[in-house]
């Protein structure tokens, strides 16, 4: 395939930051269909919208989901592209790799399609760009066979889930991030492959409050590590921060006056304002703290997490379509997340959850919608949750209650006549 | 736009050989041709059941059933369903039953 004249795309290659553009150019040395790659974006700039058709449905037998086809509206001036499609790869859990296994599956990508890749797609999946239908079945052969790899999930199903990097390299880590993830992924194989849903559902797992994973913005269940004893202070390395021998925030971000001032960069902005110093002892009332993580983000060699450690679950989390974004909205405040037990409390939180949605949810309804349309209270009945006032922000301001029945003496059952017999007309 | 022949007739399809034009050009040597490409052996009442029931809900609702409901009204578990239709039952016995490609985030 020739090269095309792309003065549009070349513009790209300038600066500093890595181009895509000069890549796609050298990876299309190798291949050649790359070049089309440019070329059609180059007449998707000109012509300011996409030369993609719309949707495509392609796969592998056995699996609903896994690979997004997609076609060109140009094939005749691209043939490298005509077919285009995309395989999601359920990546290890943190994305942590050995070149070995990169180098194998970049081998065998090079074999069977464009050589080129997204590291990583937002729900996580290693993802593999461009390729024609016949060469799915042999691509899924291979990767499974001598990759022993898998793809990861698309359509209404439990999608890849991800984590944040946990245990592996963060002090902060509340729970085995990566153990929960890849328990849950091996767990719901099934679910992952075969669409059976409303729609997508997601999980992320993330070790603690800073979310490094955006689970509260981006699953629909998410867990965010947590601990409900007290945070743990090491006294003589505060006072090290006090002296300037530690520097604060890791000497990530420089300390906002010339000295780490604790009043003003930890106290001052402790939301409950549950810390004080008495001389240059630290204390903190943790009946108050609501785990913020901020004075642990700043002083990371003096505070760490308590010990009775476990996870919050938060539900419902979706993008604006249909009826607006949603964040997680709390429905469990504290489980243990325990790889001995095979995550026990999070699975029966899990099943419930699908139990009820599997059978309420309307087609193409996220589980956040869902909830919005029946209601909180409806929802945590159902997953035999008793309601607490951590599960709202603020109660609520209108008076339209609901009762149910059995919750009122009398019931609904009542006579106009009898009411008119002490209320005449 | 391709066509696709198969014993003596031909069929319009898209990229993804859906029927570009659903059920209207929908007749058994269509099924046949199907079951050959999408992995299916051999043609059997369960097949028929769950392309009469795609077929029958597609012409009063104008979509296709949720995965539940096709389960629900055929009585096969998903795990069947897959069985009898290795692609599933969107590229399988959508395809098939000759209702339109699904679409959105798939």
């Known amino acids: 395939m020739p090269k095309h004249d792309t003065p549009l795309m070349d513009e790209l290659e300038k600066g500093p930051w890595p181009s895509f553009v000069s890549d796609l150019k050298r990876q299309a040395e190798k291949s050649p269909q790359c070049w089309d790659i440019v070329g059609q974006m180059e007449l998707s700039y000109k012509d300011r919208m996409t030369h993609w058709k719309h949707g495509g449905i392609v796969g592998v037998f056995g699996y609903g989901g896994g690979i997004v086809g997609r076609y060109s509206?140009?094939?005749?001036?691209?043939?490298?592209?005509?077919?285009?499609?995309?395989?999601?790869?359920?990546q290890p859990s943190s994305k942590f790799y050995r070149t070995d296994l990169l180098r194998k599956l970049c081998d065998l990508w090079e074999k069977r399609g464009s050589g080129m890749t997204n590291l990583h797609g937002s729900t996580g999946d290693l993802i593999l760009?461009?390729?024609?239908?016949?060469?799915?079945?042999?691509?899924?052969?291979?990767?499974?066979?001598?990759l022993e790899w898998d793809l990861g999930g698309s359509g209404s199903n439990l999608r890849t889930p991800a984590c944040c990097i946990g245990k592996a390299r963060c002090e902060w880590a509340c729970y085995d991030t990566q153990a929960a993830c890849y328990a849950?992924?091996?767990?719901?194989?099934?679910?992952?492959?075969?669409?059976?849903?409303?729609?997508?559902f997601k999980?992320?797992?993330?070790?603690?409050?800073?979310?490094?994973?955006?689970?509260?913005?981006?699953?629909d269940l998410s867990a965010i590590g947590t601990w409900r004893d007290n945070i743990r202070i090491d006294q003589a390395e505060v006072k090290n921060y006090l002296s300037g021998a530690n520097k604060a925030n890791g000497g990530g971000t420089p300390a906002k006056g010339d000295k780490f001032d604790i009043q003003k960069e930890v106290i001052d902005l402790c939301p409950t304002g549950c810390m004080w110093m008495e001389g240059d002892?630290?204390?903190?009332?943790?009946?108050?703290?609501?785990?913020?993580?901020?004075?642990?983000?700043?002083?990371?060699?003096?505070?760490?997490?308590?010990?009775?450690?476990?996870?919050?679950?938060?539900?419902?989390?979706?993008a604006p379509i249909l009826d607006g974004a949603q964040l997680g909205t709390l429905i469990v405040p504290f489980i243990k997340m325990d790889p001995e037990n095979e995550f026990e409390e999070l699975v029966d939180v899990i099943e419930k959850c699908w139990d009820y949605w599997m059978e309420n949810g309307k087609n193409r309804e996220r589980l956040g919608e869902t909830i919005q349309r029946v209601g909180l209270p409806t929802f945590l009945r159902v997953m035999?949750?008793?309601?607490?006032?951590?599960?709202?922000?603020?109660?609520?301001?209108?008076?339209?209650?609901?009762?149910?029945?059995?919750?009122?003496?009398?019931?609904?059952?009542?006579?106009?006549?009898?009411?008119?017999k002490k209320h005449a007309q | 736009m391709a066509t696709v022949e198969h014993k003596g007739k031909t069929f319009n399809v898209d990229e993804d050989g859906f029927l570009t034009k659903g059920m209207e050009e929908w007749s058994e040597?269509?099924?046949?041709?199907?079951?050959?490409?999408?992995?299916?052996?051999?043609?059997?009442?369960?097949?028929?059941?769950?392309?009469?029931?795609?077929?029958?809900?597609?012409?009063?609702?104008?979509?296709?059933?949720?995965?539940?409901?096709?389960?629900?009204?055929?009585?096969?578990?998903?795990?069947?369903?897959?069985?009898l239709f290795p692609s599933g039952p969107g590229k399988g016995a959508c395809k098939m039953a000759g209702l339109p490609k699904p679409t959105g985030c798939v």
Not at chain 1, 131 to 146: A, C, I, N, V
Not at chain 1, 184 to 200: C, N, V
Request: proline residues 6%; glycine residues 6%; negative net charge.
């Open chain 1, 73 to 90: 509206d140009v094939p005749d001036k691209f043939p490298g592209v005509a077919h285009f499609h995309t395989v999601r790869l359920n």
């Open chain 1, 129 to 146: 760009l461009g390729t024609k239908t016949e060469e799915l079945e042999p691509l899924f052969y291979e990767l499974t066979h001598d």
């Open chain 1, 184 to 200: 849950m992924t091996m767990k719901y194989q099934d679910e992952i492959h075969r669409p059976a849903f409303p729609y997508k």
């Open chain 1, 203 to 219: 999980f992320k797992f993330s070790g603690c409050a800073n979310d490094c994973v955006a689970a509260l913005a981006r699953s």
């Open chain 1, 281 to 318: 002892t630290l204390k903190i009332d943790d009946a108050e703290c609501t785990r913020c993580m901020h004075c642990l983000n700043v002083m990371p060699k003096a505070l760490r997490p308590g010990l009775d450690q476990g996870a919050s679950l938060l539900m419902g989390a979706k």
């Open chain 1, 384 to 420: 035999e949750i008793e309601p607490i006032p951590q599960h709202v922000r603020e109660p609520r301001s209108n008076p339209y209650v609901f009762w149910r029945e059995e919750e009122v003496e009398g019931g609904w059952q009542r006579d106009i006549k009898e009411f008119r």
């Open chain 2, 29 to 83: 040597e269509w099924v046949d041709y199907v079951k050959s490409i999408e992995g299916i052996e051999e043609l059997t009442d369960e097949h028929r059941k769950i392309i009469d029931i795609l077929q029958d809900y597609f012409k009063k609702n104008g979509i296709a059933p949720m995965v539940r409901i096709l389960s629900k009204t055929t009585g096969f578990p998903l795990k069947r369903i897959y069985e």
